[in-house]
Nanobody
Framework: VQLQASGGGLVQAGGSLRLSCAASGRTDNIYSMGWFRQAPGKEREFVSAISWSVSRTFYADSVKGRFSISRDAAKNTIYLQMNSLNPEDTAVYYC???????????????????WGQGTLVTVSS
């Protein structure tokens, strides 16, 4: 499975951005997909995830109510709509996928087998 993330950029505080992540290859191997982010000098952290079959969603407390994850099944693509952005949201955002029949953990990067390249989100104050 290959993942291609896009949509990062520079935005002012209070603004919005939408990230996309398109999956290709053996997408039938995907159980769920999610987003992680890594800010400068910090460890990578979970942001949000969505299950592939029933579109159940998961969010980190820090983004609940501001970010929304969704999926377009026909395009094998997930989206992360990010609203009310603040400078603390500045990070490289990575999309990732969990493999079917693996040990599922939506919140830990250890549960993800597939990773896309990062896309940089910069929020200016």
């Amino acid at each position: 499975v290959q993942l291609q993330a896009s949509g990062g950029g520079l935005v002012q505080a209070g603004g919005s951005l939408r990230l996309s992540c398109a999956a290709s290859g053996r997408t039938d191997n995907i159980y769920s997909m999610g987003w992680f982010r890594q800010a400068p000098g910090k460890e990578r952290e979970f942001v949000s995830a969505i299950s592939w079959s029933v579109s159940r969603t998961f969010y980190a407390d820090s983004v609940k109510g501001r970010f929304s994850i969704s999926r377009d099944a026909a395009k094998n693509t997930i989206y992360l709509q990010m609203n009310s952005l603040n400078p603390e949201d500045t990070a490289v955002y990575y999309c990732a996928g969990q493999r079917k029949f693996s040990r599922i953990n939506h919140y830990s990067e250890d549960g993800y087998s597939f990773w896309g390249q990062g896309t940089l989100v910069t929020v200016s104050s």
